[in-house]
């Protein structure tokens, strides 16, 4: 087994370890057990340490350089506070004990310094002199009920765990089971407050009960409701409703993914399956935004490949949750994802004559901005390992198997430059680290 680790300042899904291991041949990932996994993080220890360094003492994260130093003179997001929040948790589910502390941390910011105690909602970040930075987005809001969920899950799991090792203990007949801890009962009430109130302020500011989708962004103090409408911050409040869903078991959270997952599947249809990102505040698609500045950080010009490959993932997540006893509504669902992935790949996967999935393309299919970014190729590893557990097709076993070569021989082949050459979030199709930037997956 092979360990690997990719460096950049952001997170997102593939901020964890990737893991490579050499005894598996192309197509095999179904030998790969969720026990061997587990194995995998309980050996990130050296790596998962370096990353106390990220926390500001006031609990929200900064960026990290590709050391794994903090980036102190850099504004700190509050959605990568979140980010890392849902990463480690995703490290406890997976074995490894000690990453609660880490997310734990994130907690302290979410509920102190990130959020706006005048207007409410929580700031977009903080500058590095700790003062807010403007405006309130979706997006952000979205990433703190996923963290909340995240949080709560790992915290309810942790009293599982300590309820059962109270009662695997011989005891003496009078004696009583203990209750969980004081600082366990602390942590579960302020994450399931911090749930409630992520919840609340989502539904009042940002979901829009008419056109049953959600606003883009505010001002700062939620006066002034910008026109702009788009996916994207609609993409991560799919991804926060089935976090939610999971922790509370609230239809609600069930009826909204599905009101937007059907709108979306629809536009989509409608336009060979490359996905319409921007939109009027009428929810009319605008096919030419951003066509004067197509490789905006955040809003660029055409399809957005990475984001059809990231709604499969989720529309299947929530075919396979919210019709788990239906299955014909499971394999509906089921099949829009496989429509929306083969789609974007076979737009985006080398298609400039060089390895790699492109970042935007036009709306036939032409790449645009071709720059690799990191999040969309961790979003193909996730989303073909998905479509394969599901669909059992070995042709999503294969993409898994592609991407995770290229991972192997393209970026990580990186980690063997000198120092002050590596950067990776953005690799350009000549395969060379390209100048650092942050784009939001």
Not at 152 to 165: E, G, Y
Request: glycine fraction near 6%; hydrophobic fraction near 35%; charged fraction near 25%.
């Amino acid at each position: 087994m092979r360990l690997i680790k990719i460096r950049y300042p952001t997170t997102g899904p593939c901020f964890l370890i990737c893991c490579v291991r050499k005894e598996i041949s192309l197509g095999q990932i179904a030998e790969v057990t969720f026990s061997q996994i587990r194995e995998d993080i309980r050996k990130m220890t050296p790596v998962r340490t370096m990353y106390w360094s990220m926390w500001q003492p006031d609990g929200t994260a900064y960026y990290l350089r590709d050391d794994g130093t903090p980036w102190t003179d850099r504004p700190r997001a509050t959605y990568e506070t979140c980010r890392f929040a849902h990463s480690y948790v995703l490290g406890y589910l997976c074995g490894d004990l000690k990453t609660p502390d880490l997310a734990l941390s994130a907690m302290k910011g979410l509920t102190g310094a990130a959020g706006d105690k005048e207007n409410g909602g929580w700031y977009e970040g903080l500058n590095a002199d700790g003062t807010p930075q403007d405006g309130k987005l979706c997006y952000t809001h979205a990433f703190v009920i996923l963290a909340a969920s995240s949080l709560l899950t790992a915290l309810r799991k942790q009293n599982v765990q300590a309820a059962a090792s109270q009662q695997s203990e011989p005891a003496a007949a009078s004696q009583q089971p203990e209750p969980a801890s004081v600082s366990q009962q602390s942590a579960s009430a302020a994450a399931s407050g911090l749930l409630k109130k992520a919840e609340d302020t989502y539904t009042r500011r940002f979901w829009d009960a008419e056109s049953q989708m959600a606003y883009d962004n505010w001002d700062t103090a939620f006066t002034k409701l910008s026109p702009y409408r788009g996916l994207n911050a609609n993409m991560h409040s799919v991804e926060a409703f089935l976090a939610d869903f999971d922790v509370t078991a609230n239809e609600e959270y069930h009826r909204r993914a599905k009101e937007v997952i059907d709108r979306v599947s629809a536009w989509a249809s409608d336009n060979e399956w490359r996905i319409p990102e921007h939109y009027t505040d009428k929810w009319v698609p605008e096919l030419e935004y951003n066509s004067d500045r197509p490789d905006d950080q955040f809003k660029p010009y055409g399809a957005t490949p990475g984001h059809g490959i990231e709604w499969a993932r989720l529309i299947t997540q929530f075919g396979l949750s919210a019709y788990e006893d239906d299955p014909e509504q499971k394999a509906h669902y089921v099949d829009i994802a496989e429509h929306l992935f083969a789609r974007a790949v076979s737009d985006a996967w080398d298609c400039d004559g060089a390895p790699g999935i492109v970042y935007t393309t036009d709306w036939s299919g032409q790449p645009i901005v071709h720059e690799r970014m990191h999040w969309v190729l961790a979003e193909a590893i996730n989303t073909s390992s998905v479509l394969y557990r599901v669909t059992k097709k070995r042709a999503y076993a294969d993409w898994y198997s592609t991407f995770m070569e290229y991972l192997d021989c393209c970026v990580i082949l990186l980690l063997h430059l000198p120092r002050d050459h590596q950067t990776f979030s953005i690799i350009r199709r000549n395969k060379k680290a390209h100048e650092t930037a942050i784009a939001a997956s």
